[in-house]
C-alpha cells in the first residue's frame, strides 16, 4: 500500500483523520501478510504493524549461544537501584528453599549412605541491590554436591555463592531423614527408624554457627493419668488405664569445634533422656514390654523438656540449644506443649504461629 502525501488533502480536521485511522485499521485487519509487509513504515507505524517481523514457532535446535549473545540478553534482577520496588530496605534473607538432589553423608558405624536431601540457600540482599540470581546458589552448590557431606563442605559450598552473589551474610540448611537400623525390645527383631535431621550453617557479621536439627519420636504415658488409674485398681477394683499419646521433640543444637557430634550420637541422647521412643518392629512381647517401659517412665512435657536439656548440658560438644516438645494428647483435644532454651543462638520472644503444626508426625 503506498500512500503519496500530495494526494492527501492538507485541511483536515481531527474528526476526519481519526475517521481515516480507524478506516486504514480496518483494511489492515483483513489485508493480506505481503500487503502489510509492503507498507511504508511511517504507516505501518500507524496500525501496530512496523517492526514486527514474523515470529517463528518451531523450537530452533541448532541454535547456539556464544558469549556475545549472552552479553545482550536482560537481566531485570541485578538492574540498578533505580529498578528497586517498595522500600529500598536491606533484606536478612533471600535465596531458594527446597531444590533437592541426593548426598553422601557419614555414618557413626555403617560408612556412607546417600539420601535425598532438600536444601535451603540464603544470603543478605543490601539496600540499594535490587535482587540476586537465585540459580547462581544451586550452581554453587551443585559444585560440591558429589563430595562427602560434613559441615566443612557445606562451609565451602556457602563460601562459593556468597562471594559470586556478593553478599555479606548467608545461610545453608539441608533436610533429610536418616535410617538407623533399631531392635525391638524383647524379641530379637529389627526395623528402620527414620529420623527427620537438618544441617545448618549460618553466617552472620563474620560470625559462623554450626547447627543440627532433630525430631525425636517418642510415646508419653502421663503420670496423673498413671496414678489415677492404679487407684481405681486398688480402691474400687476397678480396671483403668492411663492414656499415653506419640510426642515429638524438635532438638536443635549449635556445634562446638572439636570433635565431631554424630547424628547418632544426639539420636542416642535423646534416648537416654526420654527411653519410651516409638518402635518398629512389634510382636506381642514387644507390647507388652513397651507398656511396662512406658509405666517405667511416666513424663510430663514439662519432664521431656528438662530431661533432654539434661543429656545436652552434659555433652561439651554442644554449645547453645533449644528443646521443643508437644505431647499430642489422647485426653484431650489439644496438645501440651514447652519450649526450653540455654544460649542466645534460639533465644526468641516471638513464636511462629504454626511451630507446633510442624511437630505432628504422621507414620
Known amino acids: 500500500m503506498n500512500v503519496h502525501l500530495s494526494d492527501v488533502p492538507t485541511d483536515l480536521t481531527r474528526e476526519e483523520a481519526q475517521a481515516a485511522l480507524a478506516a486504514l485499521r480496518l483494511w489492515a485487519a483483513?489485508?493480506?501478510?505481503?500487503?502489510?509487509?509492503?507498507?511504508?513504515?511511517?504507516v505501518a507505524r500507524l496500525i501496530g504493524e512496523a517492526d514486527q517481523p514474523q515470529m517463528s514457532n518451531l523450537y530452533p535446535q541448532d541454535f547456539v549461544v556464544d558469549e556475545a549473545y549472552k552479553a545482550s540478553l536482560p537481566d531485570l534482577q541485578n538492574g540498578p537501584a533505580a529498578l528497586i520496588r517498595g522500600a529500598k530496605r536491606a533484606i536478612q534473607h533471600v535465596g531458594i528453599s527446597n531444590f533437592r538432589l541426593p548426598l553422601r553423608y557419614h555414618t557413626r558405624d555403617n560408612g556412607d549412605l546417600t539420601l535425598e536431601t532438600s536444601v535451603t540457600g540464603t544470603v543478605s540482599l543490601e539496600a540499594d541491590k535490587k535482587g540476586i540470581n537465585m540459580s547462581r546458589i544451586m550452581r554453587s552448590f551443585?559444585?560440591?554436591?558429589?563430595?562427602?557431606?560434613?559441615?566443612?563442605?557445606?562451609?565451602?559450598?556457602?563460601?562459593?555463592?556468597?562471594?559470586?552473589?556478593?553478599?555479606?551474610?548467608?545461610?545453608?540448611?539441608?533436610?533429610?531423614?536418616?535410617?538407623?537400623?533399631?531392635?525391638?525390645?524383647?524379641?530379637?527383631?529389627?526395623?528402620?527408624?527414620y529420623y527427620d535431621l537438618a544441617l545448618e550453617l549460618v553466617e552472620r557479621d563474620g560470625v559462623r554457627n554450626k547447627i543440627m536439627h532433630l525430631d525425636y519420636l517418642y510415646s508419653s504415658t502421663c503420670p496423673c493419668s498413671l496414678e489415677l488409674s492404679e487407684?481405681?485398681?486398688?480402691?474400687r477394683g476397678?480396671?483403668?488405664?492411663?492414656?499415653?499419646?506419640?510426642?515429638?521433640?524438635?532438638?536443635?543444637?549449635?556445634?562446638?569445634?572439636?570433635?565431631?557430634?554424630?547424628?547418632?550420637?544426639?539420636?542416642?541422647?535423646?534416648?537416654?533422656?526420654?527411653?519410651?521412643?516409638?518402635?518398629?518392629?512389634?510382636?506381642?512381647?514387644d507390647e507388652q514390654a513397651f507398656a511396662e517401659l512406658n509405666a517405667a517412665n511416666p513424663i510430663f512435657v514439662e519432664d521431656a523438656a528438662r530431661l533432654f536439656a539434661e543429656q545436652l548440658t552434659a555433652d561439651a560438644r554442644i554449645g547453645d540449644y533449644r528443646v521443643i516438645a508437644s505431647h499430642q494428647e489422647s485426653l484431650h483435644s489439644h496438645d501440651a506443649v514447652s519450649i526450653l532454651t540455654e544460649g542466645e543462638t534460639f533465644k526468641a520472644d516471638s513464636l511462629d504461629p504454626k511451630l507446633f503444626n510442624t511437630l505432628f508426625h504422621v507414620g
Open 30 to 42: 483483513n489485508a493480506s501478510k505481503e500487503d502489510l509487509s509492503s507498507m511504508d513504515p511511517a
Open 231 to 235: 487407684h481405681a485398681r486398688r480402691a
Open 238 to 285: 476397678q480396671l483403668a488405664t492411663p492414656h499415653s499419646q506419640r510426642s515429638v521433640a524438635r532438638i536443635s543444637v549449635e556445634v562446638r569445634k572439636g570433635d565431631c557430634l554424630w547424628f547418632e550420637d544426639l539420636i542416642d541422647m535423646c534416648r537416654r533422656a526420654v527411653p519410651t521412643e516409638t518402635q518398629v518392629m512389634v510382636k506381642r512381647e
Open 142 to 193: 551443585y559444585g560440591h554436591a558429589e563430595k562427602t557431606f560434613s559441615f566443612e563442605v557445606i562451609e565451602a559450598a556457602l563460601d562459593d555463592y556468597k562471594t559470586d552473589l556478593e553478599s555479606f551474610d548467608a545461610r545453608i540448611q539441608m533436610r533429610f531423614s536418616f535410617p538407623v537400623k533399631i531392635e525391638s525390645l524383647r524379641s530379637g527383631l529389627s526395623g528402620y527408624q
